[in-house]
Structures are given as structure tokens and as C-alpha cells.
Nanobody
């Protein structure tokens, strides 16, 4: 089993930055694809970014492309999401997810493990 814990969320002003972390435990996730998703109040969970096990493949939602960067440190069993130029539209609970695979996935139903989420609130 894999346990995922997100951290790094908080309240930030528009234009600010946050770095979210997804720490895995239970086993190494070095052979797992990891994704970030977000869910705003009243909306469905939406894809944000994903990274393959080797970090060679990444993908981003159009809404965050150029502003967010996903990365991983397999030695620390941790995946990061650097979020820059934040706007109120980025306000949501951010979740990380993982699936044992060497490719990457953009759909929530493709992931096996999920964290509990971290709240990101961007004020205008």
C-alpha cells in the first residue's frame, strides 16, 4: 500500500506562489506515475499536472501551463508542484495521486492511490 500526504497549501495573494509537496510512504514510488488534481467548491475534480516515474514525461492542464511545474525527487519519495502567478481561479483543494506505471496519466480514474488534499486559497 502507498500512503500519500500533501502539504504546502495555504492562503496567498493573487500573483503569489506556493510549492506543494506530495510525500509517499509505505513503499517507494520511484516506479509510479504521479498526478496532481484539484477540486474547487461545486466543481468536479480536475487534472492539473502529471509526471512519469523517470520524470521524462510531464503534462499540464491548459489552465496552468506556463505557471505550474511538476517535479519529483525519488530519493525523497516526494513529488512537488510549484505554482506561480496564482489567481483566485486556482483556489481549490489540491490532491496528489499515484499509479504504478512508467507512463503518465491525465484522468483521475486511472490512478490507484490518493492523498487527502491540501487547501490552496488565492485572494484577489
Amino acid at each position: 500500500q502507498v500512503q500519500l500526504v500533501e502539504s504546502g497549501g495555504g492562503l496567498v495573494q493573487a500573483g503569489g506562489s506556493l510549492k506543494l509537496s506530495c510525500s509517499a510512504s509505505g513503499r517507494s514510488v520511484s516506479d509510479f506515475a504521479v498526478g496532481w488534481f484539484r477540486q474547487a467548491p461545486g466543481k468536479e475534480r480536475a487534472f492539473v499536472a502529471t509526471i512519469s516515474a523517470s520524470s521524462t514525461m510531464t503534462a499540464y492542464a491548459d489552465s496552468v501551463k506556463g505557471r505550474f511545474t511538476i517535479s519529483r525527487d525519488n530519493a525523497k519519495n516526494t513529488v512537488y508542484l510549484q505554482a506561480n502567478s496564482l489567481s483566485p481561479e486556482d483556489t481549490a483543494v489540491y490532491y496528489c495521486s499515484a499509479k504504478r506505471s512508467f507512463v503518465r496519466y491525465t484522468r483521475a480514474n486511472e490512478y490507484t492511490y490518493w492523498g487527502q488534499g491540501t487547501q490552496v486559497t488565492v485572494s484577489s
